[in-house]
């Protein structure tokens, strides 16, 4: 079973960075795809960013491309999210989700594992 717990959202103004960080439980996590996804108030939860088990393949929505950075530490059971140059827009309760089919995919229905989920809210 795996478990997984956001941290590190807050209340920046536009032009200001964050790193979100994700801790994982589970003695497989090394395997599992990760990803990130984030839900804006009335909106579906998008897809964000994703990284393979050895942390070379890394995938990003064209809206954060350039800004956000994916990463992951297996000795640390940790995935992060640094995010840079952080706009209005990018305001939503921000997830990290686990795929043990390591499919790397776009939908958050491929994710069999999610976390609680961290607040970034991007003031103007």
């Known amino acids: 079973q795996v478990q997984l717990v956001e941290s590190g959202g807050g209340l920046v103004q536009a032009g200001d960075s964050l790193r979100l960080s994700c801790i994982a439980s589970g003695r497989t996590f090394s395997s599992y795809t990760m990803g990130w996804f984030r839900q804006a108030p009335g909106k579906e939860r998008g897809f964000v960013a994703a990284?393979?088990?050895?942390?070379?393949?890394?995938r990003y929505a064209d809206s954060v491309k350039g800004r956000f950075t994916i990463s992951r530490d297996n000795a640390k059971n940790t995935v992060y999210l640094q995010m840079n140059s952080l706009e209005p827009e990018d305001t939503a309760v921000y997830y990290c989700?686990?795929?043990?089919?390591?499919?790397?995919?776009?939908?958050?229905?491929?994710?069999?594992?999610w976390g609680q989920g961290t607040q970034v809210t991007v003031s103007s």
């Open positions: 989700a686990a795929d043990p089919k390591r499919a790397m995919g776009l939908l958050a229905t491929g994710y069999d594992y």
């Open positions: 990284i393979t088990w050895s942390g070379t393949g890394r």
